[in-house]
């Protein structure tokens, strides 16, 4: 649908950070066909099948979470205040196991993108078991996803036998290659200490073979890098260089643990990183060297992870506390700029997955969302970036558009059937609980 959006103030994020005020924008089909300041000319009115005046709103590049579990927004609150090791062995990993399938994938990854899309983001990276489901779910949901089946040596909900998973892997690549283009079907190697040698030589071959990109949890803990060093003899991201799965079609999630080779190693191999700030406060994992990273020019990103150790899904929310943790840490206000760290959720990781999706400018596909600014938090107005970062809360989103379809209007998600989906939530999460009960 060809869609005009005026009055507003744009935001592109394009190279010289452009923003206009008042400003407009216009969809043709799935992509924008002008972006400029001042008021439209009086085609383009005509043109349009849908007019929206932004007066006193934002708009702005969709956000694009770089890392989730999606369907673990089913275990949003199920087991906190702990460290790593035991949250996934008490908790994740044996309910994962009792539960996970096809049903539960679609469910809760309607319900991450339900809230998602609420929350102004409209692409996503996903790494999980049975992502059948999770194809089923984006494609209801009309949301753009790069979706990477799970591959770990344990039997794992969808494939019992482990020596198995690179067979499912591949079954699920070849399913879901050409389905939509706003589908990417990827592989996710869960980490360096559930995945042997060979299976992740295997895991990174797959994703060559199917020229997609191979996603890893790498020296998320300091238990990780020294297990891998007493197994292996090398700390983890070395490890991997070892291997030879080190390339730019590789992106590995956390990096909290990196000696200084190994932020080399990284750039000269043109790895890419997710860095995960709540969710690595939240288990005391450790803190990523994010500053040093993008200085060497690497492209790093924002991801939330899942909802069972962040827990939600709100990249406005994550923005604020990357901002603000690096600046703690450091000693330094002067880090981790707000701009920058909005560009990690928009303008990095659409160069991280080669997509015309980031930057409001024409020929890119129309990701964007509008934002309310007439609130008592939000005034007075000097700076977008500013806003952005340390003010606006995903809950001020009140429209989001991907690849030119209008998904939520006013706050109302169109086509998503919210009744049902809670439905479906209430009924697992019941089941989880019964299966809880003796230890609660
Ligand atoms: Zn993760």
């Not at 779910?137 to 198995?164: E, H, M, N």
């Not at 990109?213 to 238990?223: D, N, P």
């Not at 603000?324 to 450091?330: R, T």
């Not at 977008?384 to 809360?393: E, F, G, K, Q």
Request: charged share 20%; with cysteine; hydrophobic share 40%.
């Amino acid at each position: 649908m060809d869609t005009l959006i005026y009055d507003g103030i744009i935001v592109t994020l394009d190279e010289r950070d452009t923003w206009y005020n008042p400003g407009y924008v216009f969809i043709k089909g799935n992509k924008i066909r002008e972006v400029n300041s001042g008021q439209p000319p009086k085609e383009l009115f005509s043109q349009a099948k849908k007019v929206i005046k932004a007066s006193n709103k934002l708009v702005m590049p969709g956000l694009i979470n770089n890392h989730t579990h999606a369907a673990m927004s089913l275990f949003r609150g199920l087991a906190d205040d702990l460290p790593l090791d035991k949250w996934l062995d008490t908790y994740i990993f044996p309910i994962e196991k009792a539960f996970v399938n096809e049903e539960f994938t679609y469910w809760g990854t309607l319900l991450a993108g339900w809230e998602m899309i609420r929350s102004g983001t409209t692409c996503f990276a996903d790494g999980y078991f049975c992502e059948d489901g999770a194809v089923k779910a984006c494609l209801d949901l009309g949301i753009r996803a790069i979706l990477a089946q799970g591959i770990i040596d344990f039997p794992a909900p969808s494939v019992l036998d482990p020596k198995k998973n690179i067979l499912h892997a591949e079954q699920f690549l070849k399913k879901w290659q050409s389905v939509s283009e706003l589908i990417i079907p990827a592989v996710f190697a869960h980490a360096p200490y559930t995945c042997s040698d060979k299976t992740l030589k295997f895991a990174k071959k797959l994703a060559d073979d199917y020229q997609t990109f191979f996603f890893i949890h790498v020296a998320e803990t300091k238990w990780e890098v020294e297990e891998i060093k007493k197994i292996h003899g090398f700390t983890p991201l070395t490890y991997l260089y070892h291997l030879g799965i080190l390339d730019q079609k590789t992106i590995i999630v956390h990096a909290n643990w990196l000696t200084r080779e190994e932020v080399n190693i990284i750039r000269d191999t043109g790895v890419k990183v997710v860095h995960c700030p709540e969710s690595n406060l939240k288990l005391a994992s450790g803190l990523s060297p994010v500053p040093e990273l993008l200085d060497k020019n690497i492209l790093v990103a924002l991801g939330t992870d899942g909802c069972a150790s962040n827990n939600n899904l709100d990249l406005f929310q994550e923005m604020n506390t990357c901002a603000k943790i690096h600046k703690g840490f450091s000693l330094d206000p002067t880090i981790m700029p707000a701009k920058t760290v909005l560009k990690m959720a928009t303008v990095y990781p659409a160069q991280m997955f080669s997509l015309n999706i980031g930057v409001l400018k024409k020929g890119n596909f129309a990701d964007l969302i509008i934002i309310n600014f007439k609130q008592p938090h939000l005034f007075p107005f000097y700076n977008p970036y500013s806003h952005l970062v340390y003010a606006v809360h995903g809950t001020d989103i009140e429209t989001v558009i991907i690849n030119g379809k209008i998904i939520m209007e006013d706050k109302k998600l169109l086509g998503i059937n919210s009744p049902k989906i809670k439905t479906n939530i209430y009924n697992l999460a019941n089941k989880i609980k019964l299966h809880l009960s003796p230890n609660h």
